[in-house]
C-alpha cells in the first residue's frame, strides 16, 4: 500500500470538530446549572425564609460542582459559579435582606462593563486580546486598523451587555422586585451574553480573512536552499577573469 502524501494526511487537529459556541459556553447543561442556584434561593426564600434560601442555594451550588466532578464535566464554570453564588449568600446574609443575594452581580456587570469600555480606549481591545492569546496568534491583528476596530465593535457590544445588565437588574433592585430580579438574572445571563459573542465571532472570521489575505500579498522570505540556489547561479553566470 502506498503512504498517502504528507499534504493529504490529516492530523488529529483537522479531525476534531471545533466547539460550537454553545459548547464554549458549557452547553445546554451549563445554561441550567447556572439557572438553579438562583431559582433555589428564590424559591426558598418564598416558603422558607432568607436563612433557608441562603443554605440552599449554596448546596444546589456544591451539588452542581459534585454532579460535574462525577460526570467529568469541566469544572471551571461549576467552580466560578460556585464562589459567585457564596458571595452572592454573603451579602444576602449580611444585608439581612433577598435582593442582597443579586448586589454582587449588579455591581460585577459594572465594573465589566468599565473594564471592556476602558480596553477599547487604551486601543488593547479585550475581546481581540483574549481571543488571540487563546489561540496563540500573535499581534498582528493589532497592526492592522480594519482588524482592531472589528475587535473594537466587538468589545463594546459586549460592554453593552453588561451595561444592560446593570441598568436593569439595578432599576429591579431598586423597586424591591426579587422575583424579576431572578427572572432577568437568568434572561440576560448566557442568552444575552451569547448574542454579544455572535459579534466576537464576526470580528474573528473578519479578522482572520484580513490577516490571511495580507500574508499572502506579501513576499515570502527566501529559504537557504533558496539563497544558495541564487548565489550559484549567480555565480556561475559571472565571467572568469
Known amino acids: 500500500m502506498t503512504e498517502p502524501a504528507p499534504s493529504e494526511k490529516k492530523t488529529d487537529a483537522d479531525e476534531e470538530p471545533q466547539p460550537t459556541l454553545l459548547e464554549q ?6 445554561l441550567i446549572y447556572s ?3 438562583v431559582i433555589v434561593f428564590v424559591l426558598a426564600n418564598a416558603f422558607f425564609g432568607l436563612t433557608a434560601a441562603i443554605w440552599t442555594s449554596v448546596g444546589s451550588a456544591v451539588a452542581i460542582t459534585v454532579l460535574r466532578l462525577v460526570r467529568k464535566e469541566p469544572l471551571q464554570p461549576a467552580i466560578s459559579g ?9 451579602i444576602a446574609y449580611r444585608t439581612g435582606s433577598a435582593k442582597g443575594f443579586f448586589l454582587f452581580g449588579i455591581y460585577a456587570s459594572l465594573v465589566y462593563c468599565g473594564i471592556f469600555v476602558l480596553s477599547v480606549l487604551v486601543r488593547w481591545p479585550i475581546a481581540g486580546v483574549v481571543w488571540n492569546v487563546l489561540n496563540g496568534t500573535g499581534q498582528a491583528w493589532r497592526k492592522d ?8 465593535i466587538a468589545t463594546l457590544a459586549l460592554a453593552l451587555v453588561f451595561a444592560a445588565r446593570f441598568v436593569v437588574q439595578r432599576w429591579l433592585y431598586q423597586e424591591d422586585y426579587t422575583g424579576w430580579l431572578a427572572f432577568a438574572k437568568i434572561a440576560m445571563g448566557y442568552p444575552l451574553y451569547a448574542l454579544g459573542l455572535l459579534v466576537v465571532v464576526w470580528a474573528v472570521r473578519r479578522s482572520d480573512k484580513r490577516l490571511k489575505a495580507l500574508a499572502e500579498t506579501e513576499p515570502k ?12 547561479e549567480k555565480y556561475a553566470q559571472t565571467p572568469e577573469a
Open 35 to 37: 439557572s438553579v442556584p
Open 82 to 90: 460556585f464562589f459567585g453564588v457564596a458571595i452572592a449568600a454573603f
Open 25 to 30: 459556553m458549557g452547553g445546554v447543561s451549563g
Open 221 to 232: 522570505p527566501e529559504t537557504d536552499a533558496e539563497i544558495e540556489a541564487r548565489l550559484r
Open 145 to 152: 486598523k480594519p482588524s482592531r476596530y472589528g475587535y473594537d
